[in-house]
């Protein structure tokens, strides 16, 4: 058997990967090492565009259920007095705009809701020995880690989401360009006792000494990040004893945690040279590295399978060429470079060693914030970029809202139930307009459903959906835009005005 794609590792990536994959009705094959979840929890928060892709999945809600919602960040100086503090501001995608979430249980639910395809199927504590590219599909070599066996299976495309030490990567010969910071930090997980003033927010302590992020989690959980100083041995602070000095230096005893585990780990900021050689793709960490400064890291990685999976189902249902492949990097890779320098800049901002530079970050920060907008532009360009695609599978025709993720405000279907604006959409491709549109009928002829979006107060149609508060065509009047073509990941592949042709389908288009 060849199975449509083949996905090696199954972290949150890869498992986020097997149930879009799953839904869209391919086979499905999963190889990973391991033979559970891996326990320590890494991945501390997610966004609203996130969830979006796991909506698409119908999992969302249970996952925002296990989920903590932010309340913003504190950046403190050395006495834990707040000299700045970003709260976050939603972007209209129908979910809170920042999350912690604790990663064993999100992956958790995540496993459970591929557990719902018979499409898909998993091969855990399997480990993928080489893989070999034949015109039509790749053969992976397999050890069974389990009675030290070996098989072969087929795949006409495979993602490999096997993370930052990515073994695929290596095989393929494929650079993995940039540095990775000398400082190494200890991170501290621990199960909360008694809570004490001030548990539930995120802090970055910005003590020269001892910089220190403080962050929740959700399910009772709390996590420390501490560098290791040039004076000290990370073998020194690796023992209970240790970690206690430092989270009594935050005012934290026995009595408030349990320590449930502590590890070493390096920063890296790091891009793969090719995310696609032939029919294997990179995602996730095998993809590309990033401090965890702006909670990014996992986030960037469900992203990019969000943009891939559903080109790849169009590839293998025969609806797209497979030249819409070579643009998954050229989509995703500005997004992820613009997210990492973000996240270097702000871990610049919390580690500043020097007591005269800290001391002046302080006043500065401290004085703007009283400022009108500093607050507003400090979280637009310090914070997590819009999603935006410049460049890739869409009709750059001018139109000011082509390459951007339209919003998901609340909208009343046919049925007059008020529901999200994806669930309408269905993972499709579909034309919104508002008032007359201009000639749509290639559009229609391939397929794509039209709909009119109405203000609110009217009465939904079959063609027609509500917007409920108006937020949606207030969007399209901004981009300069009265109908929109939308991909099925909810990116706007063509735009016009009133007086502006609409771009027709592209070339070997079937919907």
């Known amino acids: 058997m060849t199975y449509d794609v083949a996905i090696v590792g199954y972290g949150p990536v890869g498992v986020t990967a097997a149930n879009l994959l799953g839904q869209m009705g391919l086979t499905v094959v999963v190889v990973e090492r391991d033979p559970d979840i891996y326990a320590r929890a890494r991945a501390i928060s997610t966004d609203e565009e996130v ?23 504190n950046f403190v100086d050395a006495d834990g007095v707040p000299f700045v503090k970003l709260l976050p501001a939603s972007r209209g995608n129908g979910h809170p705009p920042q999350q912690f979430i604790y990663q064993p249980a999100l992956e958790k639910v995540l496993r459970a809701g591929v557990d ?15 893989l070999i590219q034949r015109p039509d599909h790749v053969e992976l070599m397999l050890a069974d880690l389990r009675v030290d066996e070996f098989r072969r299976i087929r795949a006409s495309y495979v993602i490999a989401a096997d993370g930052g030490s990515s073994a695929t990567r290596a095989q393929l010969g494929i650079g993995f360009s940039g540095r990775t910071f ?10 909360v006792l008694v809570e004490w003033p001030g548990h539930d927010r995120l802090r970055f302590h910005c003590n020269p000494d001892r910089p220190t992020v403080d962050c929740p989690t959700p ?47 390096s920063h890296h900021v790091r891009f793969a040279d090719r995310w696609r050689v032939g029919r294997i793709f990179l995602a996730g960490d095998a993809a590309h590295a990033m401090p965890p400064w702006i909670g990014q890291g996992m986030c960037a990685g469900v992203r990019d399978v969000g943009n891939l999976c559903w080109k790849l ?58 400022l009108p907008y500093f607050l507003t532009w400090l979280r637009n360009h310090r914070w ?44 499709r491709w579909n034309v919104l307009h508002v008032g007359s549109p201009p000639d749509v009928s290639a559009w229609r002829s391939a397929g794509v459903p039209i709909i009119r979006i109405t203000s609110p107060g009217t009465v939904p149609g079959p063609d027609s959906i509500v917007d409920c508060d108006g937020s949606l065509t207030r969007w399209l009047e901004k981009k300069n835009a009265s109908t929109v073509v939308v991909r099925p990941d909810g990116f706007i592949y063509a735009g016009a005005h009133t007086n502006q042709p609409l771009p027709t389908p592209p070339a070997g288009f079937i919907a």
């Not at 000398?182 to 199960?191: F, G, Q, S």
């Not at 709390?222 to 020194?236: K, M, Y």
């Not at 025709?397 to 082509?402: D, E, I, S, V």
């Open 384 to 427: 997590l970029p819009d999603a935006h695609y410049g460049d890739g599978f869409v009709a750059n025709n001018g139109n000011g809202a082509t390459g951007w993720l339209i919003p998901q405000p609340s909208v009343m279907d046919e049925k007059g139930d008020t529901v999200r604006l994806d669930d309408v959409l269905g993972g």
């Open 313 to 370: 189902a169009a590839v293998l249902g025969g609806k797209l060429p497979e030249s819409v492949l070579d643009t998954y990097q050229a989509e995703r890779l500005p997004h992820v470079k613009e997210v990492t320098e973000r996240a270097v800049k702000t871990g610049k901002l919390i580690i500043q060693r020097n007591r005269w530079r800290a001391t002046a970050r302080n006043h500065i920060f401290r004085t703007a914030s009283r």
């Open 182 to 191: 000398a400082e190494r930090w200890i991170v501290i997980d621990t199960k």
């Open 116 to 130: 719902r395809f018979p499409n898909v199927s998993l091969l855990l504590e399997h480990e993928c020995l080489r």
């Open 51 to 73: 969830l979006r892709i796991w909506q698409q999945v119908g999992l969302a809600d249970r996952l925002n259920a296990d989920m903590q919602p932010g309340c913003g960040a």
């Open 219 to 265: 399910l009772g959980h709390h996590r420390w990040e501490f560098p290791v100083r040039g004076d000290e041995d990370e073998r020194d602070l690796l023992n209970e004893d240790a970690i206690w000095k430092v989270l009594r230096g935050q005012g934290i005893s026995e009595k408030n945690v349990e320590i449930l585990g502590y590890a070493c780990y």
